[in-house]
């Protein structure tokens, strides 16, 4: 028998007291959307105005079509790596092509039922996958964090460590001073309250200290412009046959990282709401948004643990909170528009920075540390896979060790088991 989406079935018992938290959920929650959609997108190397199209589109679709109450689809950093490397070798088309490819695969795998397969994956396997790609990502922000060029570059490890080592006088101590102050705001404003909308508040204050301030440091509109609310369909016109090889594999990347992201934020959903979750069904629907973004803007999306776990403690009852987040995005997207061009690039780096420490499973590492010496060595090398080669082979082969370690142990033990886990991820 076909399901009906929660959507549908929240319709038939809805009430104005229900719109009431919904509508209070999805404000706050957009308010932390909207600028760490924006921050992501520049970080990838993509105009801020697709990354808000696509948190608006993802989270409208998802919360449509979706399978759950409270789990909020947006942007995700732990794509910003592969994302940026992507844009930086072959332009914004091939990431939209990659993304367009990561979502016809999950909705493929989706509809012939293999969900499970993926969603068997062992946690040292997955947190090695994140600690890489924390890594990554932090060390891509090295050089715009302090003012070095003018571009937030896609860059290895060792070469953006020796930023430091080459470019000394070109740090400017301007930015070092405004993402140091940015982390502090944020550290401090999340100890006051976790609704405060910080990033938002950070991204404004930058703004402003440009604008009318004459703050000197790099901005969006050094990367792009100053025309940042002009729309282009990339895919439209422009798909391109020759692009198809090299962004096979980067679009399978995508495609474990959006489901393994999406079914941590699923089960924790089902947790926080008792309600059951089906693994195909939520490939169907990631796929389907994934699809979507990409003629919208490119940037992959999938569901995010800390933004379901405020929805929920915001007080979200039903799906409508999704769809109302999407409109309070686009209603933030023209009143912020006239501040795109004077958000300084030191001031993304620091939100990038503070959601990758927020996002990432941490909490984790320390019971890895002491597993039994097979899953600890899954994770250390899953982490060095992620950090030293291409992020499609160290995907390929974590899953590799994956399927080794499921092998050696009992199937209830291998599956991907939110209650076995710490507790929900900290923001």
Request: hydrophobic share 55%; glycine share 8%; proline share 6%.
């Amino acid at each position: 028998m076909t399901r009906l989406p929660k959507f549908v079935v929240c319709l038939s018992y809805y009430d104005r007291f229900r719109f009431r938290s919904d509508a209070f959920a999805a404000l706050f929650l957009a308010w932390q959307i909207f600028p760490l959609a924006i921050v992501i997108a520049v970080a990838t190397g993509v105009a801020p105005l697709y990354g808000v199209f696509c948190a608006a589109i993802a989270g409208f679709l998802a919360s449509v079509f979706g399978d759950s109450k409270i789990r909020v689809t947006a942007p995700n950093v732990v794509f910003v790596a592969v994302a940026s490397s992507i844009v930086a070798r072959e332009g914004i088309i091939a990431l939209s092509l990659s993304t367009l490819l990561a979502g016809v695969l999950l909705v493929f795998v989706g509809v012939i039922g293999l969900g499970a397969g993926i969603r068997m994956l062992p946690r040292p396997v997955v947190v090695g996958f994140s600690t890489g790609i924390a890594v990554l990502v932090v060390s891509q922000q090295v050089p715009a964090l302090l003012g070095i060029g003018s571009q937030i570059i896609a860059d290895p490890v060792p070469r953006a460590a020796l930023a430091l080592v080459r470019y000394p006088v070109q740090i400017e101590p301007h930015a070092m001073i405004l993402a140091f102050a940015t982390l502090i705001l944020i550290v401090a404003c999340r100890r006051a309250s976790r609704y405060i909308p910080t990033s938002l508040i950070a991204l404004a204050i930058g703004a402003l200290l440009v604008k009318f301030g004459h703050f000197p440091v790099h901005t969006i509109e050094s990367l792009f412009g100053s025309d940042l609310m002009s729309y282009r369909m990339h895919l439209a016109g422009a798909f391109k046959l020759d692009l198809l090889g090299s962004v096979l594999a980067q679009g399978f990347a995508i495609a474990v990282l959006v489901a393994t992201e999406s079914y941590q934020a699923m089960g924790l959903a089902a947790k926080l709401t008792g309600e059951r979750s089906n693994s195909n069904g939520e490939l169907f629907v990631q796929g389907g948004v994934n699809v979507a973004c990409a003629f919208a803007g490119g940037l992959p999306t999938s569901g995010v643990s800390s933004h379901t776990l405020d929805n929920a403690r915001l007080g979200a009852q039903t799906p409508i909170a999704g769809v109302l987040q999407a409109v309070f995005l686009v209603v933030f997207l023209f009143l912020m528009a006239p501040l795109f061009r004077f958000i300084p690039l030191p001031v993304i780096s620091a939100l990038i920075l503070s959601s990758v420490f927020s996002m990432t499973n941490w909490q984790e590492i320390p019971h890895l540390i002491k597993a039994p010496i097979l899953e600890a060595a899954a994770w250390v090398a899953t982490s060095l896979l992620t950090i030293v080669t291409d992020l499609p082979i160290a995907i390929a082969v974590g899953m590799l060790i994956g399927m080794f370690i499921y092998i050696r142990k009992k199937p209830g033990m291998a599956s991907w088991d939110v209650a076995a886990r710490p507790g929900p991820p900290r923001t």
